[in-house]
């Protein structure tokens, strides 16, 4: 079955300075790829997905980078604010979308 | 904005008693999730569920576990036997419109405490 690690498991930013947290994943077959954001106590929310057709994709402070050669997928925080400051994880599905996979998680920190 | 609803949000229950956690999916999505989270670690992919059967399911989705979509709303999880390990924080998930497949939405989480 599928794989993904996360890294780091930890990361702590000064406010304004940018994230970035990094998946790498083992199924070729894997080829969508959602980012969660997940508070204390609370449900995950999705803030961004890339599907495998696509290399990069932005949305306002928030991007997502796939390498499916290497089979890592990044996402990219510029211009952090403390509510940034949560657990975050990726995810692999395959094409049916009937199963996900996640990483371990980030814990990032935005110092203010 | 329609939202995956779940009840209760805690359930206290002893070991050896058999729960059922319950959730009512976004109205026009069409594959349903349970997910597993314990304390302080990653969420774990438990079933999922589409056209009234069960599409996939991992290795913690044992006989201990099953699922029901008893009408057209609800969507629901029964642990039978609880053990001391089962204690989790137990999310459903929803996708798929015909314009979007894959984007899941989570629900609030029923928090089980097993005794």
């Known amino acids: 079955g599928e794989n993904v690690e996360q890294h780091p498991s930890t990361l702590s930013v000064q406010e304004g300075d940018s994230a970035v947290i990094k998946c790498t994943y083992s199924?070729?077959?894997?080829?969508?790829f959602p980012w969660y954001k997940q508070e204390l106590g609370k449900r995950p929310q999705l803030i961004i997905d890339?599907?495998?057709?696509?290399g990069e994709k932005k949305d306002q402070r928030i991007a997502v980078t796939l390498n499916k050669t290497a089979k890592h997928f990044s996402l990219h925080i510029t211009e952090t604010q403390p509510e940034d400051s949560a657990v975050y994880f990726c995810?692999?599905?395959?094409?049916?979308?009937?199963?996900?996979?996640f990483g371990t998680g980030t814990s990032l920190t935005v110092i203010p | 904005e329609p939202e995956v609803t779940q009840t209760p949000s805690h359930q206290v229950t002893q070991m050896g008693q058999e729960v059922i956690l319950r959730c009512v999916p976004i109205?026009?999505?069409?594959?349903f999730y349970w997910y597993r989270q314990i304390l302080g670690q990653k969420v774990e992919f438990l079933v999922s569920?589409?056209?009234?059967?069960?599409?996939?399911k991992s290795e913690i989705f044992d006989d201990q576990f099953s699922v029901e979509r008893p009408d057209g709303s609800n969507f629901t999880l029964k642990i039978r036997s609880t053990k001391l390990e089962d204690s989790a924080m137990y999310f459903c998930?929803?996708?798929?419109?015909?314009?979007?497949?894959?984007?899941?939405?989570f629900g609030p989480g029923t928090r089980l405490t097993v005794t």
């Open positions: 995810a692999a599905s395959n094409l049916a979308g009937n199963q996900f996979y």
């Open positions: 109205s026009n999505h069409l594959y």
């Open positions: 998930a929803s996708s798929g419109t015909l314009s979007s497949s894959y984007e899941q939405y």
């Open positions: 199924d070729s077959a894997s080829n969508y």
């Open positions: 569920f589409y056209n009234n059967e069960i599409s996939e």
């Open positions: 890339i599907r495998s057709n696509v």
